[in-house]
């Protein structure tokens, strides 16, 4: 009987520490993102990664709708085809990241640095860009229907055949905007 009962209390005790050390093996999206800045598809809704560290990572069609990435460093990531719509980037700074086709509806980027970014067809309808910094960005195709853009810097950046319909445009300086849709100074 009392080896029985060792058997079964070794049994499970080898059970459970192999399921605590399966769990170890296998971190969260986020874990996994923080560690090796790898994350493409992720499925990132509603997440909090304010003031993270994400230069350079790989976040090709990650799904961040409403995930709050506020002064998060975003610089050099690729974002292609990522979903950001109704997420808070305020004050994140995105220079040179890869935005491009990825949809940004809504999103909140008040103050936000696109500096030498690439929103080529990127979906920025109703997107709030105060006093955003877009200073040599790639906008070619984006649509920024709606899009309010008071105050931002636009120095260098192109706006070939975009969407402003209904953008407001009131305070910004420079930009690029031949054959820009729905624009007129």
């Given at each position: 009987?009392?080896?029985?009962?060792?058997?079964?209390?070794?049994?499970?005790?080898?059970?459970?520490?192999?399921?605590?050390?399966?769990?170890?093996?296998?971190?969260?999206?986020?874990?996994?993102?923080?560690?090796?800045?790898?994350?493409?598809?992720?499925?990132?809704?509603?997440?909090?990664?304010?003031?993270?560290?994400?230069?350079?990572?790989?976040?090709?069609?990650?799904?961040f709708s409403g995930a709050n990435l506020s002064g998060a460093n975003l610089?050099?990531?690729?974002?292609?085809?990522?979903?950001?719509?109704?997420?808070?980037?305020?004050?994140?700074?995105?220079?040179?990241?890869?935005?491009?086709?990825?949809?940004?509806?809504?999103?909140?980027?008040?103050?936000?640095?696109?500096?030498?970014?690439?929103?080529?067809?990127?979906?920025?309808?109703?997107?709030?860009?105060?006093?955003?910094?877009?200073?040599?960005?790639?906008?070619?195709?984006?649509?920024?229907?709606?899009?309010?853009?008071?105050?931002?810097?636009?120095?260098?950046?192109?706006?070939?055949?975009?969407?402003?319909?209904?953008?407001?445009?009131?305070?910004?300086?420079?930009g690029n905007f031949t054959n820009a849709i729905g624009y007129s100074r």
């Amino acid at each position: 009987m009392k080896l029985t009962t060792l058997g079964i209390t070794a049994l499970l005790t080898a059970t459970l520490g192999l399921s605590t050390a399966a769990i170890a093996e296998n971190p969260t999206p986020v874990q996994q993102l923080l560690e090796t800045r790898e994350g493409p598809g992720f499925n990132l809704t509603n997440t909090d990664l304010s003031g993270r560290d994400l230069a350079n990572a790989d976040l090709r069609g990650a799904n961040f709708s409403g995930a709050n990435l506020s002064g998060a460093n975003l610089s050099g990531a690729n974002l292609q085809g990522a979903n950001l719509s109704g997420a808070t980037l305020s004050g994140a700074d995105l220079s040179g990241a890869d935005l491009s086709v990825a949809n940004l509806v809504d999103a909140k980027v008040n103050e936000a640095i696109f500096k030498d970014a690439n929103l080529t067809a990127a979906n920025l309808g109703g997107a709030q860009l105060v006093n955003a910094n877009l200073r040599d960005a790639n906008l070619f195709r984006a649509n920024l229907n709606a899009a309010n853009l008071r105050g931002a810097n636009l120095l260098g950046a192109n706006f070939n055949a975009a969407n402003l319909f209904g953008a407001n445009l009131l305070g910004v300086r420079g930009g690029n905007f031949t054959n820009a849709i729905g624009y007129s100074r």
